[in-house]
């Protein structure tokens, strides 16, 4: 039950502090006085959307704040669950700072608006008169037949698992179209790594390649000047260098007696003579082992011939960009592998998800088709309360071919007015009185069947008057009786019904305008059915039919 509402700073109230009891509350008030700005701050509770235009004061934040008694209500599951402190009475307060920042808190710890909505959702509904409209509305039909029927479980595993498989759906279909167009390039890529693999590629191959071509391509002169060297250095027996530096080598021996500089001389020519014979032989070895084989330049200019082919082919620059392609290439043709296998597995996963949902489907199904009947005869017997005992209603339900986001069916609300009228869809035969009578017997009927313990008619009295609206008051009045019902209404036949009235008006101080709103007393009542009854001039009339309204209104309750 709301208990009490504190609001500050918003829009033209500049505070205000209201208590509220049981049973039915109504709210009156001259048009434009300020009953939607009321409505506007119990929306915030409520999570909706807030921004700087509803400060009243730009440089103070506004605070909305309310306590609800919800010992009976069985909630300390959901605080347990979102780390919350429970209280009997719970305090849920929404504050918006000059720069739109807005915060939420429930018994003083922060949360987010998510928490707020999914609290608030299970403490108070409130209808205005535009949601009328959404009789027409397949979704919210249907979201109206899984509260009777108590689906928000089934409703909320269903949409989970609808998630679940939409998105594997989705990951499926991605993979697939990924993997397609990697077939395309499958052949390619296998056919490229086979010719690789066939090159039987080595890192550093080019390089010593390219040497030995070298050195094959000159084989013949390079043997030649080897030879000539060789010879000069060591084989001429006449003037062979190595043999003149032996000459010259005993020479200095013979002086070496004559002190340390010949000594010296003696031992850096000696170095010399071994270094030049090791160079000398180094040269002859090299010169024997320099073969003229046309075969092999032949076979090493066909292999380079081939590498210079796959790089200018594959467009790379060396062996390296050859073996590193096949690497990638390789990666690539294992990954479209494990696509394929990950692909299989996402088929499978994707068909049981579908499977299990179809069966969460079926099962909001027969549940809906389980309590229609039920749900029509107590619409039936709602509208012959509100004046329309002629009347039709119809839920019909059928199944769609695919899942949607609230299952696999569609429902109609088929209505007539009157006997030998053919029912037809709410939204095209019913008029605006109707459909508020309409709402209010659906609501009416939800509300019971949910627990809701605040349910708010914001003018829901669109359309009405005389004997239906004295009809709609009376059904107000037995609804409050299981539960806190607030209504805000331009009908006197509403307002007299009320356990407690409150009327909203303004008041001007100088160059400010505040909203405020007051309890009314017996008399005070009296005055302000008669008001609403005789228009701007209150006659004496009118408030003897205010008084004999409230009266009747009394008893009937009693």
């Known amino acids: 039950m709301l208990r009490t509402l504190q609001i500050s700073n918003y829009a033209l109230i500049r505070a205000l502090d209201i208590s509220f009891e049981d049973g039915l509350t109504v709210i009156t008030g001259e048009t434009g006085a300020g009953k939607s700005i009321l409505m506007g701050a119990l929306g915030l509770l409520l999570g909706n959307r807030a921004d700087t235009d509803v400060l009243y004061d730009k440089q103070k934040k506004c605070v909305v704040e309310a306590q609800f008694d919800i010992h009976n209500l069985n909630l300390q599951p959901f605080f347990e669950q979102q780390d919350l402190d429970y209280q009997d009475v719970t305090t849920i307060r929404r504050e918006i700072n000059e720069n739109s920042r807005s915060r939420a808190f429930i018994n003083d710890t922060p949360v987010n608006l998510n928490v707020l909505k999914e609290l608030s959702s299970k403490l108070i509904d409130i209808h205005s008169q535009h949601q009328s409209l959404l009789l027409g509305d397949p979704i919210f ?18 949409k989970q698992t609808l998630a679940q498989w939409r998105q594997t759906d989705q990951e499926f279909r991605d993979l697939q179209r990924q993997c397609s167009e990697q077939a395309l390039q499958q052949e ?35 043997k030649a000047r080897l030879y000539r060297a060789s010879y000069t250095l060591s084989e001429n027996e006449e003037n062979a260098v190595v043999q003149q530096l032996k000459s010259v080598q005993s020479e200095l021996d013979a ?80 990954q479209y592998g494990d696509h394929r296998e990950r692909l299989q597995q996402l088929e499978e996963q994707r068909d049981k998800l579908y499977e299990q949902l179809m069966k969460q489907a079926q099962k909001l199904s027969q549940t809906r088709a389980k309590v229609i009947p039920l749900l029509q005869k107590e619409m039936l017997g709602r509208l012959a309360t509100l004046g329309m005992p002629d009347s039709s209603f119809e ?22 007015a009157n006997k030998g009228v053919p029912m037809a869809d709410i939204a095209r035969v019913a008029s605006g009185g109707e459909m508020s009578r309409l709402m209010l017997s659906l609501k009416s009927i939800i509300t019971d069947s949910v627990l809701l313990p605040t349910i708010i008619f914001d003018e829901i009295d669109t359309g009405i008057s005389g004997a239906t609206a004295l009809k709609v008051a009376h059904v107000m009045a037995e609804l409050s009786r299981r539960h806190q019902v607030f209504a805000i209404t ?69």
Do not use: C
Request: net charge negative; charged share 30%.
């Open 490 to 558: 331009h009908l006197p036949q509403i307002a007299a019904a009320g356990d407690q009235h409150l009327k909203v008006f303004k008041e001007t101080h100088g160059d400010d305008t505040e909203t405020n709103i007051q309890l009314l007393s017996e008399e005070m009542r009296e005055q302000e059915i008669a008001l609403i009854l005789s228009g701007e001039k209150m006659s004496g009339s009118a408030v003897v039919t205010a008084r004999e309204l409230l009266q009747s209104l009394k008893k009937s309750k009693s």
């Open 188 to 222: 390619f890529r296998q056919f490229t790594v086979q010719e690789l693999e066939k090159a039987n590629l080595r890192p550093d191959e080019q390089e010593e390649i390219e040497q030995s071509v070298r050195i094959l391509s000159n084989a013949e002169d390079i």
């Open 395 to 416: 839920i019909q339900l059928t199944q769609t071919e695919t899942p949607t986001s609230e299952g696999v069916d569609q429902v109609a609300f088929l209505f007539s």
């Open 255 to 334: 002086l070496s007696d004559l002190g340390p500089d010949y000594q010296e001389l003696q031992q850096r020519l000696r170095a010399a003579s071994l270094e030049l014979e090791d160079i000398a032989y180094d040269i002859s070895l090299k010169e024997s082992g320099v073969e003229v084989n046309p075969q092999e330049l032949e076979r090493l200019n066909e292999r380079l011939d081939l590498l210079n082919t796959l790089q200018h082919k594959y467009q790379v620059e060396n062996v390296a960009g050859l073996l590193a392609l096949k690497e990638s290439l390789e990666a690539e043709l294992a």
């Open 141 to 158: 039909r249907l979201a109206m037949l899984d509260q009777f029927a108590q689906n928000a479980t089934l409703r909320t595993d269903y």
